[in-house]
């Protein structure tokens, strides 16, 4: 790979990252159940570019919390799990990055569905489950009287992470059957 393209594939990353923050000023509408839409541009960056530049974009996006004040801040290890880990571990839909590359470059878009599918899926689930964690050791004093911790993040957080990968779902379907260019390099 030449400097040049190296470079290229580390401006989309921050780019994506960068992309994905602002999706992250989209007003909760549905306190801590509102779907993360920052999480469509991200997905997207990892399945054109890859695990590394996948983790790199999700730590940026992880990281920019903290410069533009949007943090959440209950104690330190709380807010390295949720905003540092939570956020890189997205980029793990880049493991799919190959895949979908190649059921793209041979027409196979339906496969190629399934793959973003999986690939989101398990950005989503991984992410939430570190929300999950954080939710049940530091966030439990917000539950409604009467129930527990666990059950509390379990009801805040699967249905959040779900929410979030199906508007990841519903936009990347879209962009790989009307678009599919957009995730090839070059
Ligand atoms: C039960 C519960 N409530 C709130 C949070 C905090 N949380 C949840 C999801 C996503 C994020 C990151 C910012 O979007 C945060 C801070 C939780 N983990 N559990």
Redesign the pocket.
């Known amino acids: 790979m030449s400097t040049s393209s190296n470079s290229r594939a580390l401006i989309e990353t921050a780019l994506f990252a960068a992309l994905a923050m602002v999706l ?1 000023f989209i007003p ?1 509408f549905a306190s ?1 159940i ?1 779907p ?1 839409f920052g999480a469509i541009p991200l997905i997207f960056i990892c399945l054109r570019r890859g695990l590394k530049h996948g983790l790199v974009s999700g730590f940026i996006w992880g990281l920019l ?1 903290f410069i533009l004040g ?3 801040y209950l104690n330190l290890s ?2 390295i ?3 540092l880990i ?2 890189t571990v997205m980029g793990l839909a880049g493991l799919f990055a190959n895949r979908f590359q190649k059921q793209l470059k041979t027409q196979r878009k339906y496969e190629a569905l399934t793959t973003v599918y999986l690939a989101s899926f398990i950005a989503c689930a991984v ?2 489950f ?7 050791l ?3 004093s ?2 409604p009287k009467g129930m527990g ?1 666990v059950w ?2 379990l ?3 699967v249905p ?1 992470g779900l929410a979030t990968w199906i508007i990841v779902v519903v936009c990347l379907t879209a962009l790989t059957l009307s678009y599919p260019h957009l995730f090839e390099i070059d």
């Open positions: 992250s909760d801590w509102t993360s919390h949007k943090v959440y709380q807010v799990i949720e905003y939570a956020f992410r939430y570190f929300h999950f964690v954080a939710g049940f530091f966030w439990g917000y539950a911790a509390y993040s009801t805040v957080n959040a």
